[in-house]
């Protein structure tokens, strides 16, 4: 887990840089989710959703989360 944490500072940190970004916003979720934070992870995912909605593996993972 504190390998996960120190990804997601860097990945935070570059966020503020690049709020756009879709593909942080994504690895984010991913991130939250591996760390079993489901709602942060869902809450990333939908904000990248926003951004860009053209992308597949963001809707199966949002769809794996219904599922619990």
Known sequence: ????????SILQKAEISLPESYQIKTMIGSLYFKMGNNEKARSYWLQSMKINPAQPEVVNSLNLLKQE
């Open 1 to 8: 887990k504190g390998k996960h944490q120190q990804a997601l």
